[in-house]
Every structure is written in C-alpha cells, then in structure tokens.
C-alpha cells in the first residue's frame, strides 16, 4: 500500500508562483505524478516522473511554466509552478503507479492523494 499527502496549497495572484509537496509512505513507487481537476471538469494530466527522475512529462498547457521533480531520500514529489493563471485553479492530486512508464490516464495509477487547493485569483 501507499499512502499519499499533498500540501502547498493555496491562493495566488495571477503571475505569482506556488510549489506543492507530495509526501508518500509505504512501498516505493515507480513513477509519481501529479493531475488537476477543475469544477465540473474531468481530471486530467499534469506532470509525471520516473523513478530516477531522468524522465518527466507535462500537459502542454503547463509546459514551461510547472516543473516536476523528486527526492527519493525523502520519499517526496514536488510540483514548482509559476506564472499561475486562472485556468490552473483546481485540485491538484498526487497519484504513484508501480511500472516505470509515464502515462497521462488517470486510471494507470493505482494510489491517489486526498488533493489541495489551488485558486489563482487577484
């Protein structure tokens, strides 16, 4: 089992920045990866890490602006985001899958965290 902990969340002004923090507990997790859900939007992908870290993928409406990236030591996934906008306000979600193969799909990953709150407002 693993257990995931989001935190880092909050409200921000437009152009300000925010950095999450997934703690996780547990067996060891292959990629680690974080997805958003808006109000009556579905869930959907954000960035993805392998295990070594030498591999990341991102949704292209956050590219250049969000970077992934983890410690192993710590057991720990972070999410550095800049340049907010409206449209990232949303739960943000940690979600771990055991094979070491990103994947964008929600239901590839077998743990999720309980989410945190981002708005981004002025």
């Known amino acids: 089992q693993v257990q995931l902990v989001e935190s880092g969340g909050g409200l921000v002004q437009p152009g300000g920045s925010l950095t999450l923090s997934c703690a996780a507990s547990?067996?060891?997790?292959?990629?680690m990866g974080w997805f958003r859900q808006a109000p009556g939007k579905e869930r959907e992908f954000v960035a993805a890490i392998t295990w070594s870290g030498d591999t990341t993928a991102y949704a292209d409406s956050v590219k250049g602006r969000f970077t992934i990236s983890r410690d192993n030591a710590k057991n720990t996934v972070y999410l550095q985001m800049n340049s907010l906008n409206a449209e990232d306000t949303a739960v943000y979600y940690c979600?771990?899958?055991?094979?070491?193969?990103?994947?964008?799909?929600?239901?590839?990953?077998?743990?999720w965290g309980q989410g945190t709150q981002v708005t981004v407002s002025s």
């Open positions: 979600a771990a899958r055991r094979y070491n193969a990103i994947v964008d799909r929600p239901s590839e990953y077998y743990y």
């Open positions: 547990g067996r060891s997790s292959a990629v």
